[in-house]
């Protein structure tokens, strides 16, 4: 990828942290020490910048979810739960609680969110049929329904402004939910 789109989109991150979806390109501008015309050279518009930025983000997520599935010292367990919930290093300190804004202001941008949590699922769904298979999750479950709770869990977490009133940050959101779930699912 680009470098300068790179860090442009992480300028998006950095501003949607400190001020919600209330950051213009003014801001990125300042922060990068860059003209709104070099954004727009990279950029076509806001709407471009962001559905870019949604998919980095969620390339990233691949990528830790990767290094997850490689991780040897991880049993089929631990790697269901932290495939489910991961989140890369750089992504932690995002406050997602926010993202609830999105619906909103920028509705097809929180679709393409939506649609993003809503695929990319089948190396979850291969860990979970292997615990099946190994007698670590109930086979009566269907995986169907075990993907569609989770992903209920998640979305509501992103769209509902309830989370964002809590001292309980998203990562911990995560791991609580992935808990209860893991949990109520194990023999």
Known sequence: MDTLRQTIMDSVINQ????????????ISKELHISKKTIYKEFNDKDELFYATVDYGFSNVK????EILQDDSLDLMEKIAKVIVCL????????FRMVYQL????PHVYRRIAKRIESDWDETEKLIAQAMEQGL???DLDISVIKLTIEG???????SEELSKTNVSYEESLN?????????IRK
């Open 103 to 106: 619906r909103e202001k920028h």
């Open 153 to 159: 869990a998640i979305e509501k977490f992103l769209t």
């Open 16 to 27: 949607f942290n400190q001020k919600g979806m209330k950051f213009t390109m003014d801001d």
């Open 137 to 139: 999750i109930r086979t």
């Open 63 to 66: 990528k830790k979810e990767a």
């Open 88 to 95: 890369p290093d750089n992504y932690r300190t995002i406050d």
């Open 176 to 184: 609580d939910m992935i808990d209860i779930i893991i949990n109520g």
